[in-house]
C-alpha cells in the first residue's frame, strides 16, 4: 500500500519538544522532497519546513526558524522534523506531503496527519 505514516504528536508542556516522522511505505523517497504544513483550528494552513531530494536543502517557515529542524533518512524511507522550544501557538495537526517539485509543488502523497497540543 502506498503512503505517508506520521508519528511521534502528542501533548507537551511549552518549551518542551517533540520529533515527527514521517514514514513512506509503498515507494521510495529517494525522488521526492518532503514537507511538513500545519492547520490549527480557525488559521489557514501553514508551511513549516521542507526538505529537497538530492542536496538536502531546507526551508522554514519565519515562525518556527531556530526551533524547529528537518532531516531525512533515505535508508528507513523517513523524513523527520523535531521541534523545539515548542509554543502554544504550535499547536495543530501536523501532515507531511511528498512532491517532486521542489519547493514542495503539486503534492503526490499526503500523510494522516499527526495531533501536537502545547500546553501554557
Known amino acids: 500500500q502506498v503512503q505517508l505514516v506520521e508519528s511521534g504528536g502528542g501533548l507537551v508542556q511549552a518549551g518542551g519538544s517533540l520529533r515527527l516522522s514521517c514514514a513512506a511505505s509503498?515507494?521510495?523517497?529517494?525522488?521526492?522532497?518532503v514537507g511538513w504544513l500545519r492547520h490549527a483550528p480557525g488559521k489557514e494552513r501553514e508551511g513549516v519546513s521542507c526538505?529537497?531530494?538530492?542536496?538536502?536543502?531546507?526551508l522554514y517557515g519565519d515562525s518556527v526558524k531556530g526551533r524547529f529542524s528537518i532531516s531525512r533518512d533515505n535508508a528507513k524511507n523517513t523524513v523527520y522534523l523535531q521541534m523545539n522550544s515548542l509554543k502554544p501557538e504550535d499547536t495543530a495537526v501536523y501532515y507531511c506531503a511528498a512532491s517532486r517539485v521542489w519547493p514542495i509543488g503539486r503534492v503526490d502523497y499526503w500523510g494522516q496527519g499527526a495531533q501536537v497540543t502545547v500546553s501554557s
Open positions: 509503498g515507494f521510495s523517497l529517494d525522488d521526492y522532497a
Open positions: 526538505i529537497s531530494s538530492g542536496d538536502r536543502s531546507t
